[in-house]
């Protein structure tokens, strides 16, 4: 059970399946700016209020390759901006349910998806650094690096915010730093770990770099100015 909570909590959550459901939360016509982002980040990862719970990529024979994950592990999350209840959240809500795909709505996105960015670009970065990224499980100074990276992330938004969410990702916080290298190499060389972490990775380089340095530069201005973090309106 705890690998599985672990593996879970991995996924980069990204928006293959689902992506177009965002749309859903859209005003009209999209501002430009929106429109840039969008092309940006790959249908959506920080855009308009909902991530999907699944992962995987379109292999080289133009087949997609990608699974929804259960609600234990990730399931799609959404909500207003503003973190208010509304009447197309709760279509939104309905929508998904008789669909039979597990949600789960939040309050506060803003955090969530920066909860998402200190996960996901570590993982990603493990990758890139290798030599050779389908075997980077076999290599422990990246291991470590990455379970250093996650475990200073985590620790820095949480004493930002006072919280994390989903509240699973306070394990990075309170796992020992070496369980928590051994669970990384387990979880990157499973085939969890090569549909959900490796395949996003390599398929999508340039949109994982952008998240990199957008997500650090902000982890820097916030160390700098010494304030708290705040919630986009």
């Not at 705890?2 to 293959?16: A, D, K, Q, S, Y």
């Not at 939360?25 to 969008?38: D, G, I, V």
């Not at 592990?73 to 009447?87: D, V």
Request: aromatic share 10%; net charge positive.
């Amino acid at each position: 059970m705890l690998m599985n909570v672990f593996e879970g909590i991995l996924i980069p959550f990204v928006g293959t399946t689902l992506g177009a459901a965002c749309v859903f939360f859209m005003r009209k016509t999209l501002s430009k700016l929106l429109q840039r982002a969008l092309a940006g980040f790959a249908a959506g990862i920080m855009v308009a209020a909902s991530t999907p719970g699944a992962g995987g990529s379109i292999n080289d024979d133009g087949i997609l390759d990608a699974a929804l994950t259960p609600r234990l592990i990730q399931p799609t999350t959404f909500a207003e901006i503003s973190g208010n209840k509304s009447e197309r959240t709760k279509q939104f809500s309905e929508i998904l349910r008789h669909a039979h795909i597990p949600y789960k709505k939040v309050m506060d996105m803003h955090l969530w998806q920066l909860c998402h960015l200190a996960m996901v670009v570590p993982i990603a970065d493990a990758d890139y650094e290798s030599d050779d990224p389908e075997k980077v499980e076999k290599e422990w100074k990246i291991m470590r690096k990455t379970a250093e990276r996650l475990k200073r992330n985590f620790n820095f938004l949480r004493k930002q915010k006072g919280k994390l969410s989903p509240w699973k990702m306070n394990i990075f916080c309170f796992l020992p730093l070496s369980f928590l290298t051994i669970m990384l190499a387990v979880t990157f060389g499973s085939s969890f770990g090569d549909k959900f972490m490796y395949q996003h990775a390599t398929k999508a380089p340039d949109e994982m770099r952008e998240l990199h340095k957008q997500f650090y530069a902000y982890m820097k201005r916030m160390k700098k100015c010494g304030c708290k973090a705040k919630k986009v309106q």
